[in-house]
């Protein structure tokens, strides 16, 4: 059992999540990098790897090799925080060549029948188990047709893939179509109005930064890996309970200090410190309504913790329950 003593100063330690050095994001820092068609994702994780110099790396997302776009990169112990981008919808734009022309009615009314719930079968050469799926579609929009050739906008849920829907798309049409041409330009809530980071840069930034001193450059090319949560419900919690979390206790009343509203039991959280850092993230076990009317019990699980231990000072101790 974890007993949380009295709160530390909120100031002592820890970092504001905004003001954290280049060692510290190398750490905790997420990159929205721009992959070429050419490599696959684990060749470009393997070069950013090489290009910082850090041991653990990872993706959220794997790219085809000749598949360009946005592949989003986790630094150190931000790549347990990559999993939550896998929850929001990712969006293409694939150019395909059809085996005939059809009529536009007929193109128009086929298209129309990939919106919402579809079925796939993974190709082949997939890194899955080949089982028939369900993935939904939530928009495609035909951006532009010239004879033969379309180019489609897909807006689709995480594990669609698109070259199989080229591929069904032509079937339904009769002669068939093959995709040309990919490229991601979303992931859950990051798109191509962000900074996207090519290998080049990140290269050229990182020897500026270990050859001059000069981080100016690695400072906009890598974002906190808070970044990565926006889209989920948060809580902030006592630094005295940030340690006992790390090693693995559950977040009990006590320790938290603040929640999203309108929590609901079940709802996946990132559970944050008072200076905006990450910890976990966690399941709610309570509502909102019960968690504030409680005074004791776990309120959350946790499901993945991020921050390492001892960033913050044990403030907790063990107590033995001895048998009756």
Same mark, same amino acid.
């Given at each position: 059992?974890v ?6 100063? !909120? ?5 504001? #999540? !905004?003001k ?18 050419g ?5 470009a ?7 910082l110099?850090?041991? &653990? ?10 598949v360009?776009?946005i ?7 931000? +790549? ?18 059809l085996?005939?022309l ?26 899955v =188990?080949?089982k028939?799926?369900t ?25 669609t893939?698109?070259?199989? =829907? ?7 049409l009769?002669?068939?179509? +093959? ?47 808070? #970044?990565?949560? +926006? ?10 309970a940030?340690?006992? =979390? ?11 200090l603040q929640?999203?509203p309108n929590?609901s ?9 008072q ?5 976990? =993230? ?7 309504n019960?968690?504030?009317?409680a ?14 231990? !001892?960033?913050?000072?044990? !403030? ?7 048998? &009756?």
């Amino acid at each position: 059992m974890v007993v949380l003593d009295d709160d530390i100063t !909120n100031d002592q330690f820890g970092v504001y #999540f !905004n003001k954290r050095t280049i060692k510290d994001l190398l750490n905790y820092g997420l990159i929205l990098l721009d992959k070429p068609p050419g490599p696959t994702s684990h060749e470009a994780v393997a070069w950013a790897k090489r290009i910082l110099k850090l041991p &653990k790396i990872g993706h959220s997302g794997t790219l085809d090799p000749q598949v360009s776009g946005i592949l989003p990169l986790g630094l150190g112990e931000a +790549t347990k925080a990559l999993g939550v981008l896998l929850l929001g919808p990712k969006e293409y734009y694939g150019l395909g060549r059809l085996h005939s022309l059809p009529s536009k009615e007929k193109l128009d009314g086929v298209l129309n029948q990939f919106h919402g719930e579809i079925y796939q079968k993974p190709p082949q050469r997939s890194a899955v =188990l080949r089982k028939t799926r369900t993935r939904t579609i939530y928009e495609l929009e035909l951006m532009e047709q010239k004879e033969r050739l379309l180019l489609l906008r897909v807006l689709c849920e995480a594990g669609t893939y698109i070259r199989k =829907l080229f591929y069904d798309i032509g079937e339904i049409l009769g002669p068939g179509a +093959t995709m040309v041409e990919l490229r991601r330009s979303r992931v859950h809530q990051f798109n191509e109005s962000h900074k996207l980071v090519t290998l080049h840069e990140l290269a050229d930034a990182y020897a500026q930064w270990e050859e001059k001193q000069d981080d100016s450059k690695l400072y906009k090319l890598i974002l906190p890996i808070e #970044f990565a949560l +926006t889209e989920i419900k948060s809580v902030v919690i006592r630094d005295s309970a940030v340690d006992a =979390l790390c090693h693995g206790a559950q977040l009990a009343i006590p320790g938290i200090l603040q929640i999203s509203p309108n929590l609901s039991k079940g709802d996946l959280v990132g559970v944050y410190t008072q200076k905006g850092e990450v910890v976990a =993230l966690a399941e709610a076990l309570l509502s909102e309504n019960e968690i504030k009317d409680a005074t004791k019990g776990y309120a959350f699980t946790t499901n993945r913790i991020i921050m390492a231990p !001892n960033t913050y000072p044990k !403030n907790w101790r063990t107590k033995t329950v001895r048998p &009756k």
